[in-house]
């Protein structure tokens, strides 16, 4: 862990470095700047973790500081050593998380508890990143296995039949080669080579000449609107789906419905 110490009375800064056992805390590095400036020049040029910071100094404040670094350095921990007991003051470093607001004078054992408790805090965080960052690659290793074996295992007519169920049962959403490619855990260009060869007709062709004869059954079989019709098969655009019922059933879906509706009360 480094530490940096943000305060312009250079007396309280020496005494405090030389006051307190860093090394036995785990520090390996105290950091020392008199004003804001120097402050987020180190920050900018070292890994800093813990900064002991004054509220008042020439050139900004540590509440300023402290805006600067949750812009930049978001998990980097603040605590504020001042001679301000200021209610407002107080407020507004809790509401930019700092880790605690202690007055001056502060004893040198109550500081190195403060930065022990710090320590603990960034070394918590830590751990718990590592276990999301290792869980995270231990599913992704897991998945990319699944899916290895899954290939392995299917051959190209039951990845077919499956794409095609699922065409099927989500006839109405929005369908793409690419969509239909990831859920098959294969390249869309290869995915759509091996449809085309089993069903003789493209996914996307495939995709379209079920929607028509969807579309073509509803309109002779139940009484309802075409507009209906073209959302249930998935064309939120009327037009789109007129044109290309027209396309495939040689007729509009109006004049279908004239020729083939049966008044069928079920």
Request: glycine share 4%; net charge negative.
């Amino acid at each position: 862990m480094n530490v940096l110490i943000v305060d312009d009375d250079i007396i309280v800064i020496e005494a405090m470095k030389q006051s307190i056992d860093w090394g036995l805390l785990g520090v390996k590095n105290v950091f020392i700047a008199t004003q804001i400036s120097k402050a987020k020049n180190i920050c900018d040029n070292n890994k800093v973790h813990i900064i002991l910071c004054d509220i008042e100094m020439p050139g900004g404040s540590g509440i300023e500081l402290l805006y600067w670094i949750r812009e930049k350095y978001p998990h980097m921990e603040c605590a504020f050593l001042t001679c301000h007991a200021d209610f407002l003051l107080a407020q507004e470093a809790l509401k930019l998380r700092s880790f605690d607001y202690l007055v001056k004078p502060i004893p040198f054992d109550q500081i190195a508890e403060l930065v022990k408790r710090m320590i603990t805090k960034i070394e918590e965080q830590n751990n718990e990143a590592q276990k999301i960052f290792y869980g995270t690659q231990w599913l992704k290793e897991k998945a990319d296995k699944l899916e290895l074996q899954s290939n392995v295992k299917r051959n190209n007519e039951e990845i077919v039949d499956e794409v095609v169920g699922y065409i099927i049962d989500n006839i109405s959403t929005d369908l793409t080669v690419e969509k239909l490619a990831q859920k098959a855990f294969l390249h869309p260009d290869y995915l759509n080579r091996i449809f085309k060869k089993i069903k003789e007709y493209s996914l996307n062709q495939f995709i379209i000449k079920e929607r028509m004869n969807l579309a073509a059954r509803m309109i002779s079989e139940y009484n309802i609107s075409i507009n209906l019709v073209a959302l249930e098969v998935g064309y939120d655009n009327y037009s789109n789906f007129v044109n290309m019922f027209k396309k495939i059933h040689g007729c509009t879906p109006s004049e279908y419905k004239l020729r083939y509706f049966k008044d069928n009360p079920y």
